[in-house]
C-alpha cells in the first residue's frame, strides 16, 4: 500500500516562489503468524469421565474420553491456516518404565479436527483396561502440541 502527498510552499499569497514536493509513504505487509488459544492440561482418571462429559456419547464406554476445543486466527486476511500436531513428550508413568502397549495407546490416543471455521476440537481417547495397572497416586502423562501455520 502507498500514500501519496503534494506538498505546495509559497504561491499566489506568499512571498515565497510556488514550490511543490511529492511525498509518498509505502506501507509494507509482513507474513504474520497465525494465533491459536484454548490449550492447558486436562486430566482423565481410572474409571471415571470427565466432569460435564458423564452424558457425553463416548466412542466406547470401555474408553476414558476426554475434549476440548482450540480457537485460532490469522491476521493477514488472505492467508489459509493448517492444523498439524505431534507428541512433544514421550508417554512416561510416574513409578517406572510404561508397558509397550499402554506407551503406544498414549501415543496414538490423541486426535484433531479443524471445523473450517476459526475452531478446531480435539479428542483424547484410552482403552480403560489399559490403565488399571496404576495405583493410588501413580499418572501417566503425554503432551501433545497443536500448531498452525500459513
Avoid: C, K, R
Avoid at 475452531?119 to 501413580?138: H, R, S
Amino acid at each position: 500500500m502507498s500514500l501519496t502527498f503534494v506538498v505546495q510552499v509559497g504561491g499566489a499569497s506568499s512571498a515565497l516562489p510556488e514550490t511543490m514536493a511529492t511525498i509518498t509513504i509505502v506501507i509494507e505487509g509482513v507474513d504474520d503468524d497465525p494465533i491459536i488459544l484454548g490449550g492447558g492440561e486436562f486430566t482423565v482418571t481410572e474409571d471415571v469421565l470427565p466432569e460435564g462429559q458423564e452424558n457425553f456419547l463416548v466412542p466406547d464406554p470401555g474408553f476414558l474420553f476426554h475434549e476440548g476445543q482450540l480457537t485460532y486466527s490469522d491476521p493477514d486476511a488472505n492467508d489459509v491456516v493448517t492444523l498439524d500436531f505431534s507428541q512433544t513428550t514421550p508417554p512416561a508413568w510416574s513409578a517406572g518404565t510404561l508397558p509397550p502397549d499402554v506407551a503406544a495407546a498414549l501415543s496414538s490416543g490423541f486426535s484433531l479436527i479443524d471445523n473450517g471455521d476459526g475452531t478446531a476440537d480435539w479428542f483424547f481417547t484410552i482403552d480403560n483396561g489399559l490403565v488399571q495397572f496404576l495405583d493410588a497416586g501413580e499418572s501417566l502423562s503425554v503432551t501433545f502440541t497443536v500448531s498452525a501455520s500459513d
